[in-house]
T-cell receptor
Framework: NAGVMQNPRHLVRRRGQEARLRCSPMKGHSHVYWYRQLPEEGLKFMVY????????ESGMPKERFSAEFPKEGPSILRIQQVVRGDSAAYFCASSPLVSNQPQHFGDGTRLSIL | AQSVSQHNHHVILSEAASLELGCNYSYGGTVNLFWYVQYPGQHLQLLLKYFSGDPLVKGIKGFEAEFIKSKFSFNLRKPSVQWSDTAEYFC????????????FGTGTLLAVQP
C-alpha cells in the first residue's frame, strides 16, 4: 500500500447528483495531485494543490469540477451535476514538499454514473 | 504542448522472453522521467525514475530504462519477464519546478503467458 488513502473505492451516482471524492496524502506529504483515467486512456492531470492553495488547475474542466485541500482534513474533488461522461477512475497522488520527488498514488475511486 | 507517446498498446510475451517498451516525449527542456506499473486492481506503483546523472536507470523487479536525450526516449527493458509482470505500464514526464504535474502516456498492457 502506497499510503495514499482514497475513499470511496467505488461510487455510483445518478445523472445530476453530486460526487465527492476524498484523498488523504501520505504522512509528511503536503502536495496533492488529482488525475482522471478514462476507459482505454492514460491518466490525465486535473489539479495540483498544496494546503489551502490551488497551484495548478490547468487540467480541470471549467464547469462543475472543483477541488480543495483544507488546512485540516483530506483533499476533496467535487463534481456537481454529474453526467455519464464523468464515469472514470479518479486517482490521487501525493509528494513531499521537496521538489523532484516522485508522486505516490492511491488506489483510486471508480465513479460510475447511471 | 508536452506529450508522451507509448507505441505499443498491447504486448504479449512468453515467460523468459525479453521486454522492451517504447516511450518518447515531446519536450525539449529539462525533464524528469518515470515508469509506473499498475497491476490488475491495484494502484500505480513507481518502477523507476530518472532525474539526472547516469542515463541507465535500474528499478525494482529487474526493470531498467535508458534515457537517450537525443532521441527524446526513455524505453523500459527487462531481460526475462515472468507471469507476475502481467500489468499495465505507464511512462510519465514532468518538468518539476512550480508545477509538478505528470504527463502520462496511454499505457502498454503487457500479458505474459506461462
Amino acid at each position: 500500500n502506497a499510503g495514499v488513502m482514497q475513499n470511496p473505492r467505488h461510487l455510483v451516482r445518478r445523472r445530476g447528483q453530486e460526487a465527492r471524492l476524498r484523498c488523504s496524502p501520505m504522512k509528511g506529504h503536503s502536495h496533492v495531485y488529482w488525475y482522471r483515467q478514462l476507459p482505454e486512456e492514460g491518466l490525465k492531470f486535473m489539479v495540483y494543490l498544496q494546503k489551502e492553495n490551488i497551484i495548478d488547475e490547468s487540467g480541470m474542466p471549467k464547469e462543475r469540477f472543483s477541488a480543495e485541500f483544507p488546512k485540516e482534513g483530506p483533499s476533496i474533488l467535487r463534481i456537481q451535476q454529474v453526467v455519464r461522461g464523468d464515469s472514470a477512475a479518479y486517482f490521487c497522488a501525493s509528494s513531499p514538499l521537496v521538489s523532484n520527488q516522485p508522486q505516490h498514488f492511491g488506489d483510486g475511486t471508480r465513479l460510475s454514473i447511471l | 504542448a508536452q506529450s508522451v507517446s507509448q507505441h505499443n498498446h498491447h504486448v504479449i510475451l512468453s515467460e523468459a522472453a525479453s521486454l522492451e517498451l517504447g516511450c518518447n516525449y515531446s519536450y525539449g527542456g529539462t525533464v524528469n522521467l518515470f515508469w509506473y506499473v499498475q497491476y490488475p486492481g491495484q494502484h500505480l506503483q513507481l518502477l523507476l525514475k530518472y532525474f539526472s546523472g547516469d542515463p541507465l536507470v535500474k528499478g525494482i523487479k529487474g526493470f531498467e530504462a535508458e534515457f537517450i536525450k537525443s532521441k527524446f526516449s526513455f524505453n523500459l527493458r527487462k531481460p526475462s519477464v515472468q507471469w507476475s509482470d502481467t500489468a499495465e505500464y505507464f511512462c510519465a514526464v514532468n518538468q518539476g519546478g512550480a508545477t509538478n504535474k505528470l504527463i502520462f502516456g496511454t499505457g502498454t498492457l503487457l500479458a505474459v503467458q506461462p
